[in-house]
Structure formats: C-alpha cells, structure tokens
C-alpha cells in the first residue's frame, strides 16, 4: 500500500491553458473523489467515482471541469480555460465501497494561474 | 447537511491532552461524527470516526455526548507533530434518505502545540 499519489505537485499555468492532473489512488479501492481547497478554507467537495462510473458532481464542477477514470483505477481531471479563479490546490482521495466514509487523500496538486 | 461549529484556533502544551470541541446541534439519528485533520501542506488525514458510542484508536479517543449535539476529540499526549488544523464532519445524507460519501469540510481548528 504505496497511499494516494497525485501527480504534479505543483503547476504553474497561464490563463486561457488548459492543465490536467493525475491521481492514483489506493490499489483496490473502488471509489476516487476530488476536492479543491482554497487558502484558509476546508476542502470542497467537487466529485467522486465508483469504479469508472462518476456518480456525484458538485455544482463548483463548472463546464470547463471534466473528471475522467476510464477503467476504474487512476482518474485525470482536466481544466480548460483556466481561469485566476482556479488557483488552488487540487486533492484526491480514495476509499473502499465498505470505508466509504473514510477517505484516504493524496498531498494534492497545487495549482497557480497567472 | 448537518452543520458543524468548532473555535477557530487552540494551543496545547507539548506532553498534555488536547480536547478540541465539536458543536453538531442538527445532527441527524444515522449521521455519524468524523474526524479529520490536516498537516500544512499535506492532505487530509482520517482520524477516528463515531455514532453514539465513544471511540478510541491509537490516534485518539472521541467523546459523543448523549444527545449527539456535540463531541470532543482527545489526543492524550499531544506532540509538535500533532500541530495541524482539524476538521470535525458530520457525514452528509441525501434528502431523500440515501446515503453519500462526500465529505463537507468547515474552517476546523487550528491546534497549535507549544514546546
């Protein structure tokens, strides 16, 4: 059990790019959600898989957000159009159906547009 | 979505128990208490988790009072180590009675432990 990987660390991106990012989370565990977490803010719920299938979207998910996890193990989350509003860091975590509740997180992708 | 209360920032000398407060008033009968905390710069880290019994693991005990309207997280002998914001959480339901895994995180409690 190597824990939740996420991969940037950090990215630093222009308005106007598109960035994607990378989490592999724990081996065996069906579920995978992603959160965004502010300066000085808890982190915000944006969405979660069970296996390949996405089962819950936040509202903060916007149309230039898109989550992917095409066979159930590592998920990508892609933003286009970055905007300065963006900035902020980036977490995975991942659980078992039966740990639901207990999620196990990633160290995030910290995320600067300029 | 049950709301939770917790002050913003407490300190706890090195060695001692740390007792950080949780107000749950609208917790409802199936929502269980979780605890999380989070190292600067790290992810979240799960601690203990409880219904209506009081809990206990290696990291931490938790305390539930009888009416479920608050709790209390204890670190029995606080370490620098434990310096971290900790987020108390009350596991969302769907209105309609369902269950889902997403976690509501507030500000938490920053603990700071003194040397």
């Known amino acids: 059990d190597t824990g939740v990987s996420q991969d940037p660390r950090h990215k630093i991106t222009k308005r106007g790019q598109n960035v994607t990012f990378r989490c592999d989370p724990i081996?065996?565990?069906?579920?995978l959600y992603w959160y965004r977490q502010t300066l000085g803010q808890g982190p915000e719920f944006l969405t979660y898989f069970q296996n390949e299938a996405q089962l819950e979207k936040s509202r903060l998910l916007s149309d230039r957000f898109s989550a992917e996890r095409p066979k159930g193990s590592f998920s990508t989350l892609e933003i286009q159009r970055t905007e300065q509003g963006d900035s902020a860091m980036y977490l995975c975590a991942s659980s078992t159906i039966a740990g639901g509740k207990t999620q196990y997180f990633g160290p995030g992708t910290r995320l600067l547009v300029l | 979505d049950a709301k939770t209360t917790q002050p913003p920032s407490m300190d706890c000398a090195e060695g001692r128990a740390a007792n950080l407060p949780c107000n749950h008033s609208t917790i409802s009968g199936n929502e269980y208490v979780y605890w999380y905390r989070q190292i600067h710069s790290q992810g979240p880290q799960y601690i203990i988790h409880?219904?209506?019994n009081n809990e206990t693991n290696e990291m931490a005990s938790l305390i539930i009072t009888e009416d479920r309207k608050s709790s209390t997280l204890i670190l029995p002998h606080a370490t620098l180590r434990d310096t971290a914001v900790y987020y108390c959480?009350?596991?969302?339901?769907?209105?309609?009675?369902?269950?889902?895994?997403?976690?509501?995180f507030g500000t938490g409690t920053l603990l700071a432990v003194q040397p």
């Open positions: 409880g219904l209506k």
């Open positions: 081996s065996e565990h069906n579920r």
């Open positions: 959480i009350v596991r969302a339901n769907y209105p309609y009675g369902g269950a889902t895994n997403k976690l509501i």
